[in-house]
């Protein structure tokens, strides 16, 4: 994702606006969820991070996306089996699509979604908010290996 770079820089800007320290731990996890490329989970952010940083506890990853969801620096996708995974890249309402084989989740374009919204707006009076639209499947990687979706 090219605009990465100013993400990072927005999320460290809003961060120490409201007087939070950056250390280099908090910047490494803030530059994950700025990429945001696997959409990842606590856990991800802290594998990838565990030989970097072998003092950070998982706890420290935990807080800090924390503190990125409470400051809408960061999207939550909750799931039933309590799997989060965060996108810090795009922290706004967007769809998603899920392999329920592999777990791997993507963005599609978004175009049609904001004239989907713009339509109901006008056809129902409802002034959106926020949505949440997943669409679960087969990527397909898993696909060709013939998995079968795990996450109903
Ligand atoms: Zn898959
Ligand atoms: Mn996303």
């Known amino acids: 994702m090219d605009n990465?770079?100013?993400?990072?820089?927005?999320?460290?800007?809003?961060?120490?606006?409201?007087?939070?320290?950056?250390?280099?731990?908090?910047?490494?996890?803030?530059?994950i969820l700025a990429?945001?490329?696997e959409h990842p989970s606590a856990e991800m952010v802290y594998e990838q991070l565990k030989e970097r940083f072998p003092t950070m506890s998982p706890a420290t990853v935990y807080k800090n996306i924390s503190l990125l969801k409470e400051t809408g620096e960061a999207l939550e996708l909750g799931f039933a089996d309590g799997s989060n995974r965060y996108?810090?890249?795009k922290p706004y309402p967007h769809p998603h699509l899920i392999c329920l084989a592999c777990g791997s989740i993507i963005d599609p374009d978004l175009t049609s979604f904001q004239e989907l919204t713009r339509h109901l707006t006008e056809t129902t009076g409802y002034e959106i908010s926020t949505y949440r639209i997943d669409?679960?499947?087969?990527?397909p990687t898993c696909q060709?290996?013939?998995s079968k979706g795990r996450r109903a």
């Open 87 to 89: 996108d810090g890249n």
């Open 144 to 146: 060709i290996n013939g």
């Open 135 to 139: 669409f679960f499947g087969l990527c």
């Open 4 to 31: 990465t770079v100013d993400r990072l820089k927005q999320m460290v800007a809003r961060l120490k606006e409201l007087g939070h320290r950056m250390t280099p731990q908090r910047l490494a996890i803030l530059e």
């Open 35 to 37: 990429e945001s490329k």
